[in-house]
Every structure is written in C-alpha cells, then in structure tokens.
C-alpha cells in the first residue's frame, strides 16, 4: 500500500453560506424536524459511551429516538473520557481579558496551524457556551473563586483565561454528568445498553450504514444490530503506537471497519504528542501516563545549561539553568501550543541537556507557584494529579520538580465528516475523536471535552434529525444479504485470529508495531524514514497473519483475541498514516517533516500545495481524494509565539 491513485476532490456541501456567525443558526433551520411520535419509531445505533456517546445516546433518547448503546468497557463511566484532567474550553469571558467566541475560533485555526474547517470551528466556539451551562446545571462540580463564580485558568496556545476546571479530574467529572443523563434514559427505557460488548464491522444496505456487527466479550456470542443510522463515538487511534497516553483498551478498530465500507479516513498523519507525560521507565511498560497540560499554567519547565548535569535539581543555582520556553517564546512562556512544547523537549534533549535516565527528560517546576501561593493553594488545584505523580515515581513534586517527556496522545485525524458529522456513508454519523473535523494539524489544549459534547449534545440532534427526516427507512431482514456477509466476514476473522496457533504473543507485534511507528512517525518524520516503515509494515503484517498465537476459543472470555482483532486493524492503519505523513511534503502542526522547516527549526507549511484535508478511501491502492480549505476570516501566515 505504498502506492496511491488521485481521486475526484471532495467538499463540503453541508456548511451554508453567508456570514460564519449565522451559520450554524442557518443550518439548524434549514434542517427538516421529525416530529415527537415519528421520533419512536426510529432506532438509533450509538457505539462508545464518552463525553461524544453519552451525551450523544442521552440527548437523541430524550427527543424520543429509541437508541442501541454500546461499549466495551463494564460501565459506560468507564470510557477513557474519564482520563482527562486540565479543563474543558469556553468563550465565557468570566475574566474580562479579552475573551470572545471570535478569539476561541481564531486561537482554534492557528493553533491547528490552518489545516481545519473555518465554518466546522467557529460552531465549536460558538456551542462551546451552551456546555458549560449545561455541565452545570447537571451538578458538574467546576471549580470556583472565592465569591462562588466558576473559576477558569490558562491553557497552551492562547493569551486569556477560558479554561474551566474541576480539579486535576475534568473529564471524570464531566462524564459522570453525561452518565447521569444517559443513566436516566436506560432506567426510562429510552436506551438499550449493551456493555462489554464490541463492534467489529459496519453493515451498509443500499449504501446507507443500517446496523453493526458485534461481539459479547464475556460469551463470545457474535450478532447482528440493526438501525435507521449508526453514531460512531469511539475515540482515536493513538495506541498504534503502543506506548501513549490512552488507556489501553482505545483501538481503531470500530473507525477501521467503517472505513473498509466505505467510510474516508482523513489525515490519519495528524497525531498529537502531549508535552507533559511522565517519561517512560523501561521495555516493560505497556502504556504512559499523562500529566495534565494544566500544570503548564504555573510550573515552570527548564533543563539544567551544562549538558548531562549530574547534580539533584535543587542544587543548581537559577542561573543555571535554562527555562527554555520562556526564553524562545516571550509572549507565550511555557504556555505555548502542544507540538511546540514537544518538539522543543525533544530539541534541547537531543542536544544532550535532558534529565533522568537516559537523559530523556526535562523538568516541571513548582517551586516558584508554591512560593508564590502557598503550598496550600497549589494542592487545591492540582493535588490529585501530585498525588498520582508521587504514587508513580516515588518522588514528591513539592519538594523536587516533576520530571516530563513529550508522548503521543491525540489524534486529529479520524474518519471524514461532513459540516452534519455525517461520513462519506450515508446514515453514519461520527463524533468526538473519531472524527477529523475541527482541530486541523494539533489539537489545543482543553478542546477535546469541549468537542465531544459540543457533537454529542448540541450539533448531531439537530443534524441527524435531518437525516431521519429526509430519508425512507424500510425493514432490513436480518437474512439480508449485506447482514450475512458481514456475519459472516466478522466470524471469519475471528476464526483465523484463533487458527494461527503460532509463537509470538500479541503483544509483541504491537509492541514492534509502536517502535517502528515513534521511530519513523513520531515527532519528527523525513521521506527515507517513512520509506523504511512502509517497506517493514507488511512484512510485519505477514508475520503477525503465520506466527500470532491466540490461546482459547472465540467462546468465552478472551482477551487475547480481543487484542489480536484490534491489532490486526493497527497493522493496517498504520501503513495508511505512513503513507499519508509522506504524501503530505511539508510540517505543519503535529505534522513535522524534517525536510520543511524553517532557518530557526519551527514547522514550515507548504498552503500552495498542502492546504487541503487528506481524505483516503479504500482499496487495494488507497485513493486520495482532496479536500481544499478555503481561509476567509483567519488568514494562514507563519504561526509565532515570540
């Protein structure tokens, strides 16, 4: 798959024209309705239960759809969703420092380095509002100053204060209202819940997304759901590189299966690697735990000036040391946007200044924060994330800085939307993470939580709506031929999985997955690399298809095969990202090709060429079809933080 075809370029025929302020009003009014009673008749199909699915399932059962809910985990509060921690974004202008949903939108765009959707952002930013109203009134504990207003701080990429917080647990928080919603709906009957249970295939009727393929993961028992439309809501794909910050069950397969039927997968390359993970320890570990970008706003980041500095942390003097952020970028300190950050630790601890083992690392300093504040203050805001920091590493971090190192966290990239959320199939719909559409090259930080809920409870409503609306849904017999095959096609796969009976664990085809991936795809990308992964990606692949052992039966609890099925999927996803991150022959965001960069080592975009969203269908050689983003309100130039 080192070879790609050209396609017919693709738009966006959703977004209205007219003033990007009365777009998205536009647009809702536009819409058809379904009335109340038509409303019970549908059924809708939503797989993933975080920030996206739940208050997208609890949302659609409330106007009265009947929705089928999935998740793999053993509650629906267990989605990863739970993992985020610094704070969830908001034009509220609480501060008066100058915030405005113009301000969100414009900070969005650039810190995306212009490679997203003006109309897609400036929604974002308008909706991003109404949830903080919303999380509220659902009992969201955010915290607050000392008169009771909601209390907010900074966040990378941006000079105001528009980041709402509970504690170091925003996103655990935040999803146990969307639970609560959600949880109400199950008890009324508005949602059937199907826990630890698994998609493994998209089935498409007539060109329309009618149901899922899944499997029980406690019996093993594979069947066959069916619906008027499918809500996909199931995260990225950062795990095909092993070590991340996603919690280990997060895979590609759902998004994966969709694309093989049909659904584009656009800019799979645009990956995010999140400044401020606790450095890894050793080949043993099987994942990376983040460290909130929230510390950012009062830590201070430096590495000692004399290279491989052997002396503890608090016996080098200031003068020696180097707070490398604030001296590169003035305006922004360590507050600048995520690959920034990341691309300047790899920097300065390339050039031999690292810490800690390896010299893979730099420091997190609260020294000054603590001084200037009170120990006291400090733990209210951050206390559980110190806490969880000292449980790991053994070393309190208000007595010695944290030590950090960048890793891979996010991904910008996921299936392709239209300004509906709905993908190139007609009828699936994808939110949240799963989906390419609002945060271009790299992610801000605090936008994640705002764009699952902005989806799930404000933009797919309205707009799926419209899809029942404009749409016949005759009954899909369950011996139909598209149902069968796709029966059929999952339980193939499983039984292959289990056939192999070879050597080598899952584990160490994904775990030699991973390294070829940070090594080659990372945080700096260059053509021979990339070369190198796309001519040992299907040698891998082979490897895995002659030598994988799976123990068990497909009958039981297995978690073996579960992780075989997911890996299989990374195994082709991954010559998909290699493939496009060579396409794409400039740096841009997260995106950063070692050829194109600019005198002073920033990224180096390319808009003549490259100021399009890649949008990759399927097939034996993948077609790249081009979507071209056109800028009318914030004009690309060459981001700068200085």
């Known amino acids: 798959m080192s070879d790609y075809t050209l396609g017919e370029p693709i738009a966006d025929d959703r977004a209205p024209d007219g003033p990007i302020e009365d777009r998205w009003d536009s647009r809702r009014f536009g819409a058809k309705l379904v009335n109340p009673a038509n409303r019970r008749r549908h059924r809708i199909i939503v797989v993933g239960t975080g920030l996206a699915g739940a208050s997208a399932g609890a949302t659609l059962a409330e106007q009265g759809y009947h929705v089928v809910q999935f998740c793999f985990q053993d509650s629906p509060r267990r989605a990863h969703s739970v993992a985020a921690q610094g704070g969830i974004n908001a034009a509220k202008n609480y501060r008066n420092d100058g915030d405005s949903v113009y301000r969100l939108f414009y900070d969005t765009v650039k810190g995306g380095d212009f490679r997203s959707r003006e109309s897609n952002v400036y929604r974002l930013a308008q909706v991003s509002t109404q949830i903080i109203d919303q999380a509220v009134a659902q009992g969201v504990p955010f915290a607050r100053e000392y008169g009771g207003l909601l209390d907010t701080r900074s966040f990378g990429g941006v000079q105001v204060q528009r980041t709402f917080y509970a504690r170091g647990q925003t996103g655990q928080q935040l999803l146990l209202g969307a639970y609560q919603a959600l949880a109400r709906q199950i008890d009324a009957g508005g949602v059937e819940i199907h826990p630890r249970t698994e998609m493994l295939d998209l089935i498409v009727s007539d060109g329309r997304a009618r149901g899922i393929v899944a499997r029980d993961l406690v019996t093993g028992e594979v069947t066959t759901h069916l619906a008027d439309a499918v809500v996909l809501a199931t995260g990225g794909y950062g795990n095909v590189f092993y070590l991340s910050t996603n919690a280990k069950g997060s895979n590609a397969t759902a998004i994966w299966r969709a694309h093989k039927r049909g659904a584009y997968f656009a800019n799979p390359c645009f990956t995010q690697i999140h400044p401020t993970c606790i450095p890894r320890s050793g080949e043993h570990q099987s994942k990376l735990t ?236 260059s053509a021979e690399g990339l070369r190198k992964a796309l001519d040992r990606i299907p040698e891998l692949r082979a490897e895995f298809w002659r030598d994988v052992r799976v123990p068990g039966t497909g009958e039981e609890l297995n978690q073996e095969l579960e992780k075989a099925g997911r890996v299989a999927d990374f195994l082709e996803l991954a010559e998909l990202l290699l493939l496009d991150a060579l396409v794409r022959e400039e740096s841009c965001g997260g995106h950063f090709r070692e050829e194109h960069q600019t005198a002073d080592g920033e990224a180096q975009r390319d808009d003549e060429r490259f100021s399009y969203v890649s949008a990759w269908e399927y097939g034996e050689k993948p077609v790249l079809h081009q979507e071209i983003l056109n800028f009318e309100h914030v004009h690309p130039t060459q981001r700068s933080y200085t």
């Open 290 to 525: 983040l460290m909130s970008e929230s510390l950012r706003n009062d830590g201070r980041i430096w590495v000692p000036k004399q290279p491989r500095d052997p002396r503890p942390p608090r016996d080098i003097p200031e003068s020696e040391r180097d707070y490398y952020l604030e001296r590169m970028y003035p305006s922004f300190g360590n507050l600048v946007p995520r690959d920034i950050a990341s691309r300047a630790a790899k920097n300065v601890c390339d050039a031999g200044f690292g810490v800690g083992p390896g010299g893979l690392g730099v420091y997190l300093d609260f020294a000054d924060a603590i001084e200037r504040m009170g120990r006291p203050a400090v733990e209210a805001k951050y206390g559980n994330l110190f806490d969880m920091y000292e449980r790991i590493t053994a070393e309190n971090p208000y007595e010695v800085p944290m030590r950090i190192y960048p890793a891979i966290h996010y991904t910008m990239g996921g299936l392709w939307v239209d300004y509906d959320l709905q993908s190139t199939v007609p009828g699936l719909f994808v939110i949240g993470e799963a989906n390419f559409s609002d945060h271009g090259a790299n992610r801000l930080g605090a936008s994640a939580l705002m764009q699952g809920l902005a989806d799930g409870y404000f933009v797919l409503p309205a707009t799926l709506n419209d899809y029942i609306a404009r749409g016949s849904f005759p009954a899909l017999d369950p011996a139909d031929p598209a149902v069968a095959s796709a029966e059929t096609a999952v339980r193939e796969r499983l039984e292959r999985l289990l056939s192999v009976q070879g050597t080598r664990s899952v584990d160490s085809f994904h775990r030699e997955l991973g390294h070829l991936m940070w090594d080659h795809c990372g945080m700096s990308r």
